[in-house]
């Protein structure tokens, strides 16, 4: 039972392009959204985040949109740069016994081609 | 000064043994957790202690064992590793609800 889905296992963009990133999820108890990116090796790293009261957040190249209606979220990246190129994942997080459950998608492999 | 560090990074073990992973985070966090990427890539959620309590258990065969002497560590243990246990083990802290987890750089744990 996958509750966060990302259904796009990778994507490929040519470097300052906008890369759109899309996540989706099931479960209404969510109300605070992240994204991650990994590098190979490496643990995942926090990128953007938005509450659920919210229906957009930027911060420089980087903005996530919610549709809580839908259950949808996007992570917009512009100008796609290659270092950018990893893995994504989005994660939705719910409270949960007063502390949080987060939970992620399958990620998404991020090309960015010069 | 890392935020949130693992030991070892890599595991190599025969299958029936049994192994430790340490974890401990800087971060003055309340909650940490465990999570496993598998040969998919999926990141599960396998455990979540807050306070030193268990919280969160997802389906997780009783041969992991996860152990958190105080707030700052949590460790995880297997018994009799098996093959299908093969796997990143990553560990994670965040504070409240509605905060960002911060992650090791993982362990990636090999069963022959």
């Known amino acids: 039972d996958q509750q966060v889905k990302q259904n796009s296992p990778s994507l490929s963009v040519q470097e300052g392009r906008i890369s759109i990133l899309n996540c989706d999820y099931t479960?209404?108890?969510?109300?605070?959204f992240l994204w991650y990116k990994k590098y190979p090796a490496e643990g995942p790293t926090f990128l953007i985040s938005?509450?659920?009261?919210?229906d957009k957040n930027e911060d420089g190249r980087f903005t996530v949109f919610l549709n809580k209606s839908a259950k949808h979220l996007s992570l917009h990246i512009v100008p796609s740069q290659p270092g950018d190129s990893a893995v994504y994942f989005c994660?939705?997080?719910?409270?949960?016994?007063?502390?949080?459950?987060?939970?992620f998608g399958q990620g998404t492999r991020l090309t960015i081609n010069p | 000064d890392t935020a949130v560090s693992q030991t070892p990074k890599y595991l190599v073990t025969q299958m029936g043994n049994d192994k430790s992973i340490k974890c401990e985070q800087n971060?003055?966090?309340?909650?940490m957790y465990w999570y496993k990427q598998d040969s998919k890539k999926f990141l599960k959620i396998m455990f979540s202690?807050?306070?030193?309590?268990?919280?969160i258990n997802e389906t997780v065969p009783n041969r992991f064992s996860p152990k958190s002497p105080d707030k700052a560590h949590l460790n995880l243990h297997i018994n009799s590793l098996e093959l299908g246990d093969s796997a990143v083990y990553f560990c994670?802290?965040?504070?409240?609800?509605?905060?960002?987890?911060?992650f090791g750089q993982g362990t990636r744990l090999t069963v022959v």
């Open positions: 994670a802290s965040s504070q409240a609800h509605g905060s960002e987890a911060f």
């Open positions: 479960n209404s108890m969510f109300d605070y």
């Open positions: 938005i509450s659920s009261i919210k």
């Open positions: 994660a939705a997080s719910a409270e949960f016994q007063g502390a949080q459950k987060l939970v």
């Open positions: 971060l003055g966090h309340d909650t």
């Open positions: 202690y807050n306070n030193k309590e268990l919280i």
